[in-house]
Each structure stands twice: as C-alpha cells, then as structure tokens.
C-alpha cells in the first residue's frame, strides 16, 4: 500500500480548511490523526475519500492519481472509511448492509459468496445474531461496529477511521481496539482520527498532528507528545476546550 | 431599436412581478429549509380572494383588497406551516427532506382540487385596478400590469427593508443561518418558521391578486408562475435574496426578447415558458449554483 | 423454488397472488363499462407501481411520470398516424423516445441535490404540455389526436382488458425482480445515504440514471398502450393534477410496495367510479387524504392495514423492534451507549 498526499489545498467559501498537506504512508501503517476542533482531520479524511475534492495538490494511492475520482472509485480501489457519525443504511438489515460494499466492488462473485464473506465478518466482530435486524434497531455502538463490518467487507488496503471511540462505552471501546490491531496484524493500514488521547497514543505507532490545516507534528507518539508546537496548539488547550468524552 | 427598448421594459416590468414571486419562494427555503410545491396554488389563492372580497365589497378601490387577500392567504399558509411542516422541525417526521417536498406537492394538489370544486374551471376576473393604458417611451402597457410592477417594487425594497433593518429580520436570518444559536439568544425558530412561510405565500398571493384582473383566475393559474418562481430561485442561487431578483428580472427579460424575436410570432406567446426551462437546463450544466448560491458541500 | 415458498410465506404475497388470480376471472362476471374502468385502473396502476420503484425504493422525486407517459402516448400517436407505421413500431418507438428523454434529465439532474429533480421534472412536464399545445398543427393541441385502435376488430373491451392487466403484472414482476436484484440493493443504499453509499462502493450516480431510465420507459409504455386503447389525446393527459393523482395513489397505496402502490391504485380509480356523484369533490378528498397519509400513516394506507392484519412479515418485526431498545442486545452488548453525539464536528 502507498498513499501519498501532495501539497492539498481544500477551501470552503473564504476559509482554508486544509493549507496544503503533505503525507505519505506505505505498508501497513498504523497512523493517529489528531488535532483540535476544526483544525481539518474529517476534511482530510473526505477529500482523501473523495467526497471533498481538493483545489490545489494532488492523492495518489498505489501509483494512482485519485485526486479527481469520484468516493465510489475511491473506495473499490481499496480505501475503506467509517464516518464520524454512523452511516449505516438504517432501513436495511445488517446483512444487506454488508452486501452493498461487496456486490458494488465485484457483483460476478455473486449473492452466495458475499453473504459467505458477511457471515465471516459478523462472526469476528461477534455480531452473528443480529444478523437480520434492521440497522436502525441497533444501539449507537452497533452501529459503529456494522459500519466497520461494511468496511472490511472489501478487505482494503487501508482504513480510514473517523472518531471511532466517540461517545462508545469503554468495553466496546476496547473490542474496536482489538479488532484495529488483529486487522493491522494481518496487514491492513489504518489512518484513526480520534479525540482520545490515550486510545490513540497506545495504538498508533506514527502520530500526526493538525492544527489550522496545517501539519505541525508527525512522528512516534513519544516523540510527538513532547513537541512544543503540538503542547502549544493542541494539548495545552484540549483539556479546556473539549473534555474527552 | 424602439422595438427592442420597449421589450426591454416590458421585460423588466414582467421581471420586478415574477421576483416578487421568486422571492417568496426563497425566502420560505432559506428559512425552512423546503422548497413550497404549493407556491402557485397561494398565488391562485391570492387571485381568488381578491375576486370574492371584491364581490362582497362592490364599492371599495380594488387595490385596498390585496393586502387583506395577503394577510387572509398568509394566515392558511401559517396554519399550514404549523400543523405539518413544525412536526417535521421537531423531528417527529423520518426523511424530513422526502416528506417536505411530498407535504408541499400534496397540499397543491389539495389547493387545485378545492379551487375546481368551489369555483369551476372557467376563469374569474376581479376588476381592474386602473383602466385603459399607460405608455412609458416605445412600449405600452396596460394600467393594470404597470401597477403590479410598481407595487412589486416598491414591497422588493420594503422586504428587503425588513429583513435587513428590523429586529424580525434580524431573527429570521439567525434562524435561516444557525437554528441552535438563535435559539440560545431567545428567537423562536419555531415562530420564525411559520412567520417565514406566512410572509413567503403572502407575496405570493400579492402577485396573485395583482395579475388577477391581467390574466384572470383559474384553479391551475398558479402553475406557470409557480415553475417560473422555481426556475428563478435555481437561477438565482438556492436561498439567496438578491439572486431571486436578479434571476426574477433575467427571466423577465429572457421572457421578452425571447418571444419578441421569435421566428414564428403566431407561437411566440406560447414558447415564453419554454426560454425558461432552457435556462434551467443551461444553468445546470454550467453554474449548478445559479447567481449567488453558497457553494454545496 | 426456495424463493418462491419464501414467497408464499408472507401473507401480503398470499393475498396479492389470490387478487392477480381474481383479475384474471374478472372479465367472466363485469359488464363492458366496467372492463373500461378497470383498463383504465391498470393504466394508473402501472403509473402508481412505476413511481413507487422510482421515489419508495430509490427516493428519487419526479414531478414528470406523466410526462413521459405522455411522451410514449404521442411518439406512438404521431408515428401511426402521420408515418402510418404499424402500432407495434410505434409501441416500441414510445418506450425508447421515453427511456431516452428519461436519461438525458437523469443524467442533467441527478448529480445534484434530490430537489433538482422535483424542480426540473415540473417544469419540463408543463412546458412538454405547453410544447404540444402550441403545435397544434401537428399534435392538433386540445382539439385530440385521433390514435388508431389496437383492437379495432372488435367492440369487446376484454382484449383491451387482458393487454393492460398483462402488462401491469409484467411490469411488476420485471420491478419486483429489480428491486431483489443488486440494483434494488444500491437503489435502497441511495436512498437511505447517497454519500455513504457512495463510499461503500456503489456508482450512486449510474443507478440512479439508470432507475430513472426503467421507469420512464414504463411509463412511456403505459402512455402507449393506453392511447391506443383511448384513441384520442390531448396534451391534458399530463396536467399537474393528473401527476398528483398518481402520487396519491403511490402514497395512499403505500409507497414502500410496488403492490401496495398498484393495487392503491386500482382501488382510487374504482373508488373515483363508485363516487361520480361527489363530482370535483371526489378528488378533494383525495387530496385531503394524501396530505393526512403523509402525515399520520407514511408507509401508506394499505401497509398500515396489512400490519395490523397479519402482524407478520419483516416490517411488522421493524417496528417491535425499533421501539424497545436493546432487545436483541446480549449482555455484552447492553453496555453499549447508544448515544454518539460526543463525536464533536470537524472540518466543513
């Protein structure tokens, strides 16, 4: 896997949501994205994802230039991401939810063997009886569960995750937390914005810091946690400004 | 070249009627959020209040009915408002979007059915306002279409007036801007809601009963200007004020010439509409965010 | 064969198979004014079940169903009059002239905002209507366009009967086979979350199109059949109001069921027949009904009875489910928080 981001420029109306970011990741990286409110993460997140096209720079993933492409090409090439706040096809059950990744990706596989791949993913995220329920019938933490199922359908290359421990019970919480490691164990990248500090200093092993769409840090967590940049733009407000649910 | 002045008056005199229009629609949208599929059946209520308050009210000067027939439509337009589009603002409604634009379709369709039951398909004429015609330059224009114009104008900067001098102008922006925080400094968004949509299908029915003696009153005499209000607001830019009016006075215009030079002058009135949906298409392909729309994101 | 019992299982289908059946025997038992109504029945009600795959399954709202009915009733009107082609030509004609207006709106619209389509669809249906009124020379405006009929043999009404009720039940099993189909599943992915379907994957924008495209065509092909069978038309076959009826059928009906829709249809129309002496007034109610529906009974009607009927099938279960919370939570999973609002907003 090679994602690599150049010099993106994203504007809504007057303000510069992102100044020109440039990243790179390769392998299976396990990367935390975190920064103050507004400072861009979710933008990043979308413009990677294609729902945001960026006004200036340029992604490409695997060789290929994605800057333009539309969020469906994006995710069939194998960049899989859950929103901030759950999307789940709320009027379907939660194996037709899991379907549409698969049948959209490659349809000649066949119903069969999709429901076959469904019935693996539920049984990992330990969500087989629920198997027929519609996704509105689920509580908030189920939701963030099938909407990482739906993601690993596919099996992506790499997974972009937005906030997935917020407003999660602890015990949930560390379940997701085991199913990201096992996941990057077997070769799966992960980009993680969270507001969870410790969740996300435990998990990644590369740090990068947004502030004002700008990256001021990227490094180890240790390393990134004594920058003086980020304790200024970031970690000396956070407690003040967002109590961390 | 008077040939060409005087469409262009005729073209600005029809644009100042069709923003008027226009500007209710958005005015409803960019409060409420929806865009009203009944707007031409307020201003086909607007024309036929006027023609029974002029038919009780044998004596009175016609011009005095149109304020009374706005305030009695923009009364229904309220009751509306509150008993189907509040539940939706108080989220008591799934799919809010698919449900506004169905609750708003659906009560046009109410509005047309009533009017045919009540008063026929045959067309009703309230009297005249002022007879005989006035020219102004090349062009002549009846009395009755230069007074629509004229009132227009003048409620177009009365409204805009009040939406940017006045405390409930002010309240309604807050609301049409950021519903929490107007909510946090005490404006009801709630009220302006309904204040909102009131206020929209009143200028409806003012240009209602302002082309009533023109055009006369028919059950469906609200559908072409109903899909040229909503051919302007896309024009304009979704929610955007001066927008409406720019496109209302484009469309206008586009109206006149385009029938004007019109190979065939026998169609000529009939393909008016049409330059409109040419433009709906153009805009569309080209600048899908009309005039002074905010760019979608 | 496992679907089919699958099929059978569900009571709505029991009953929906049992009045397919009554419809068949029907014409053994109706006299020739009512085979009349009820052709005329099934023309809507291929209108209604049309519009109900388009905005139930794909929320995709369009002002312009009778618009392209119109389309595929004038294509073939003009083609076997004025180019005196045979009636099938024309049929066929019809469909493709409204599959491909379909697609060139879709494909204008339905990359913006659902609301484009209801705002684009209501004018291009007024101005087709004001397009063939003005060209009264060819479309002879509202004095009608005399259609050659299709079974012109014969005065009986019961082949006229059978052709519309053919192609009411075809056209609703090709949709109901669409909608189990991947297309039904991306179609109900859109309409739930169009960007979240978009990043699983689906191409929201080909689907769409192509929707819009399936059910313009049978609309166009209702449009056809029926200007055979009325022989005359005018351009007010597409009025506004003549677009709100099919919509309050779809919606009384249930909007959510292809069948619902269709038999909501059958049972206006028939309604429309029995009350003649309300006059104007029959359709007031309706109206009033429409708005009552979309506000207390949105699954419409029909769907509302059938729940309280057989209390079975899948949303019936939905809707236990969906009001006590947790009920299929395992211990585990009670722990959970439902709420996710602490997820604070970034970015845009």
Redesign the interface.
Known sequence: MELSIQHVVKR??GIIALKGVSLDLSGNELVGLIGPNGSGKSTLVNTIGGI?TPEEGKIVFNGADITTRDSYEIARLGIGRTFQVTRAFRRMTVMENLLVPGMALAPQRGRRAWEKRAREVLDFLTMTHLRDDYARSLSGGQQKLLELGQVMMTEPEIIMLDEPFAGVHPRLMQMIFDYIKTLHQNGTAFIIVSHDMDSIFTLSERLIVLSYGDIIADGPPAVVKEDEAVIEAYLGREEEEEPVA | MDYFLALLITGLVLGIIYALMALGLTLIFSILNV?N?AHGEFYMLGGYASYLLLQIFTDIHPLIIVPVSAIIVGLIGAVFEI??LR?MHEEQ??RP???A???T??????????A??LF?PYPHSPRSFFQGSVTLGPATLSADRLAAAVISLLLLAGLLLLINRTWLGKALRAVSQDKQAAAVVGINPYVMNTVAFGLGVGLAAIAGSLLAPVFSITP?VG??PA?RA??II?LGG?GSLPGSILGGLVIGLVESFGAGYFPDPS?AL??K??F??VI??LV??FR?RGFFG???? | MSQLTGLLRRPQNLVALLLAALALILPLFLPTYWLHVMVVAYFYAILASSWALL?GYG?Q?S?GHMAFMALGAYTTGLLTTLADLPILVGIVAGMLVAGIAGWAIGA??LR?????L???T???S??LR??L???AQITRGDRGLRVPELFAETISRVPAYYLMLGILLASLIFMYWLAQSRVGLFLRAIREDEEAAAARGVNVVRYKVLTFVITSMIAGLAGTIFAHYITILTPNIM???QM??V??MA?IGGVESLVAAAIGAILIQVSLELLREF???R??I???L??LT??FA?DGLLIELSERLFKLGPRAELRTSSGEEGIHDDTEMELVESRSEGAPADG?
């Not at chain 2, 379709?105 to 009533?114: I, K, V």
């Not at chain 3, 913006?112 to 484009?116: H, I, N, T, V």
Request: hydrophobic residues 65%; aromatic residues 20%.
């Open positions: 809504f109306g945001h | 865009i599929f008993f189907f539940p409604i799934a979007a698919e449900y634009v169905l609750i379709f659906g009560l046009s369709f109410f509005l047309q059915n009533l045919l039951a026929g469906d559908a072409v899909i909503y051919i896309v979704m169609r009939n393909y509409t049409v409109g949906l709906f298409a569309l392909l899908p905010r760019k979608e994101t | 905005a929320g709202f002002f204008l619209t913006f905002k659902a609301a484009y209801a705002l684009f209501i004018a291009f007024e101005i004001t397009i009124r003005a060209e009025v506004i109001p709100g009826l919509i309050a919606i006059g104007a007034w359709l007031v309706f109206g009033a429409l708005i979309l506000r949105r845009a």
